[in-house]
């Protein structure tokens, strides 16, 4: 039946899109014994990313990265990520996540704290996707530099490409 008052709204369709699409991740070549000796030596608190010798911003951690009693080793915390420039949201909060995956590789995973990151405009995802990239490549040369000898060469961050949407006539 047809209301003509509009009185009784049709439910819109909601997109079910989860957190777990806006992660970030990078595979570490250092082993979780040696990665808690490193994260005792050298804490994650205050990372300034760059790209290219510019200042793009940084990472801060509310604190020092714990470990978590999972079956296996786990270190977890929560951050912000601080972009250059002018902009409504100062920063992103963010997990970071560390966890092993053999004894010779870990994982390294940055995720935003929110629940629908693509609720978020076009530019604040693509600030916190660049943002995310240069985290994940700055920890990743940390860690992989104090640790073993590097597996690979750290994974290049994709290069932004604007979304254009064309009519077609």
């Known amino acids: 039946m047809y209301d003509t008052w509009m009185t009784r709204h049709p439910a819109p ?3 079910s899109v989860h957190a777990d699409a806006a992660v970030v991740s990078r595979r570490i070549g250092v ?9 005792e030596q050298q804490p994650l608190d205050d990372l300034h990313l ?3 010798g ?3 911003g940084r ?9 978590t009693p999972l079956v296996r080793p786990t270190w977890a915390g929560t951050g912000r990520l601080y972009g250059r420039g002018p ?3 100062r920063y992103a909060r963010v997990h970071v996540w560390i966890s092993a995956w053999s004894d010779d590789a870990v994982e390294l995973q940055i995720r935003p704290v929110c629940r629908y990151p693509f609720n978020w405009g076009r530019r604040r995802r693509r600030r916190y ?11 990743w040369l940390l860690l992989a530099r104090a640790g073993a ?3 690979a060469e750290p994974p290049s961050s994709p290069a932004v490409v604007p979304i254009v949407r064309r009519r077609v006539a």
């Open 87 to 89: 902009r409504i949201a």
């Open 54 to 56: 510019v200042p793009r």
């Open 13 to 15: 369709a909601r997109r």
């Open 149 to 151: 000898p590097p597996v």
């Open 31 to 39: 082993g979780a014994v040696r990665l808690t000796e490193l994260l």
């Open 129 to 139: 996707f660049e943002l995310a990239h240069l985290a994940a490549d700055h920890v």
């Open 59 to 67: 990472l801060v951690l509310d604190g020092a990265l714990e470990p």
């Open 50 to 52: 760059e790209s290219e």
